[in-house]
């Protein structure tokens, strides 16, 4: 049975109640002058080896060791017969009530009966002409050992869900700061992973166009809007961190900026209402990686944005059509009549766009859904919100 922390209070009236136990038991020994000269020396030095045997027996079988504690028990049933046999009956029959009780909370069960047995048995023996105090004493040593030991294993039981508590705790509170650990990188890689795909797709633009042998003046355009891109990549890493703090431009304003930006239709459906933050930053990263995505592979292509709140979900919808048949050398992929530009353009970027926005969208209990649509390509995304 394990042991429960002792407070400040509570070790003080231990030990006052042994003092004062101790108190009564000299007092009953010695106070009416039954011993005197050497025998009230040999008293007094009973008295002191019963309390040692005690406190020994007091320590064995709290710290549950139980060959130490069986052998100080038997040694105690010894010494208590001792002692009533010089007509020390107070400290007699304290010894064996009090190891009755002791092993009765402490010992465990098999043990605790038998050694409870054997102390009530000799304090039975001892005291037979009153079978009404025997069956009293007996009845109340049994019935003050048992509420004790219940109370003891309940407030174990109670101390034992306190540290699993504690731990379940420190366990749920390791798990949050590792889930948003994994939330911040997975957020700052799908930034960097779009800011840049996107100027990838603006140099590889420009490297072909040098090797077509364009005007300076249209490849210096695409130099500049990598530029610019990565100036936006910079921005958004920035939102991102504020994004996770729940400070990032609502959705529908964020979504204006980016179909002017790219010049395409944007419609909402629906009442618009606030998205909470992993919601609105799996639609803005599924626009961009999407609108990205037209641009390197359907470059010239009319893409239009459609955002939709539903009852319990938001949609985003992205669409193109399919890319003409002709561009102008300033445009990516037109440079080459074999079409050859064009799929080195496409080809440009990790590939792992789609693949991105799809897990994030499970994560948050929704679908992605994207594929060729009326020869162009379609992309929707639904999640809860």
């Not at 010894?78 to 909370?105: C, E, P, Q, S």
């Not at 004790?148 to 731990?167: H, P, S």
């Not at 080459?336 to 496409?346: C, K, V």
Request: glycine share 10%.
């Amino acid at each position: 049975m394990e042991r429960d922390a002792e407070s400040g209070p509570r070790r003080v009236l231990t030990v006052l109640g042994r003092i004062v136990v101790l108190a009564v038991v000299g007092w009953g020994t010695f106070a009416d002058g039954k011993y005197t000269g050497w025998a009230a020396a040999a008293a007094a030095a009973g008295l002191a080896a019963a309390a040692a045997l005690c406190a020994a027996f007091l320590q064995a079988s709290r710290e549950q060791r139980p060959a130490a504690s069986y052998l100080l028990a038997a040694a105690l049933v010894g010494a208590a017969w001792l002692a009533n046999w010089g007509r020390a009956y107070a400290l007699a029959d304290l010894i064996w009530v009090g190891l009755a009780v002791v092993a009765l909370v402490r010992l465990p069960p098999a043990p605790a009966l038998a050694v409870g047995t054997a102390a009530l048995g000799s304090y039975t023996a001892a005291s037979w002409a009153s079978w009404l105090s025997i069956v009293a004493t007996i009845g109340g040593v049994a019935l003050l050992g048992f509420l004790l030991r219940l109370d003891i294993e309940a407030r174990g039981t109670a101390r034992r869900l306190l540290v699993q508590e504690r731990a379940a705790r420190a366990a749920e509170a390791e798990s949050a700061a590792l889930a948003e650990r994994a939330r911040i990188a997975r957020e700052i890689h799908d930034v960097l992973a779009h800011s840049l795909s996107a100027q990838l797709v603006h140099l590889e633009a420009a490297r072909l166009m040098l090797d077509a042998g364009t005007d300076r003046e249209q490849v210096r355009e695409r130099v500049v809007a990598a530029r610019r891109m990565a100036q936006d990549g910079l921005a958004e890493t920035r939102q991102a961190l504020s994004a996770l703090r729940g400070e990032f431009t609502p959705v529908g304003e964020f979504l204006v900026e980016l179909t002017e930006r790219e010049r395409a239709p944007f419609t909402v459906t629906g009442t618009p209402r606030p998205l909470a933050a992993e919601a609105g930053l799996a639609v803005r990263r599924t626009a961009q990686e999407a609108v990205t995505n037209v641009r390197k592979h359907a470059p010239g292509a009319r893409c239009s944005v459609e955002l939709r709140y539903l009852d319990d979900a938001v949609e985003l919808e992205v669409r193109n059509a399919r890319a003409p048949r002709g561009q102008s050398a300033g445009e990516p992929g037109g440079p080459s009549s074999d079409g050859s530009s064009s799929r080195e353009l496409a080809d440009s970027g990790s590939g792992y766009g789609l693949l991105g926005m799809r897990e994030r969208a499970e994560l948050l209990g929704g679908t992605l859904l994207a594929g060729p649509e009326d020869g162009g390509w379609r992309v929707l995304l639904r999640v809860p919100a």
